[in-house]
C-alpha cells in the first residue's frame, strides 16, 4: 500500500518474493531465499489450523495478511531447528529474565 494508498500495489506472492528470494538477492546472498537442495535452510513452520489461518483460501494471502508469530510452530536456521512447539533450543530463557528484571527493569522504572 505504502505511498501509493492503493492496497492492490504488491500482491501477497510479491510481498513474499520481498521477502525471501527477493531479500536474499538484494543482501546479495546467493545460498538463501529459496527452499532447494545446496541453499541455506533457513525457514519456518506455521500451524494452517489455527483460528486465524482457518479457512485457507489462498496461502500467499494467509501467509502475508493473516500470520502471526504466535502461528509459527518451527524455525529452523542454517539447517538447525531452534525453535518447536513453544522451546527455544539456544536461548537461556531464564537466563534472559533474570538479566531483564535485574539490570533493564530497574533503569527503566526508576
Do not use: W
Amino acid at each position: 500500500k505504502g505511498v501509493s494508498g492503493d492496497p492492490a500495489a504488491v500482491s501477497a506472492l510479491q510481498a513474499l518474493e520481498m521477502a525471501t528470494v527477493n531479500g536474499a538477492r538484494a543482501l546479495g546472498r546467493t545460498d538463501t531465499g529459496v527452499i532447494a537442495p545446496g541453499k541455506t535452510a533457513d525457514l519456518i513452520l506455521l500451524d494452517f489450523t489455527r483460528p486465524g489461518l482457518t479457512p485457507c483460501h489462498d496461502v500467499y494471502e494467509n501467509l502475508a495478511f493473516s500470520a502471526r508469530g504466535s502461528d509459527v510452530v518451527m524455525n529452523m536456521a542454517r539447517g538447525k531447528v531452534i525453535y518447536e512447539n513453544g522451546t527455544f533450543f539456544t536461548l537461556d530463557l531464564e537466563g534472559i529474565r533474570a538479566r531483564v528484571e535485574g539490570y533493564a527493569l530497574p533503569r527503566i522504572f526508576s
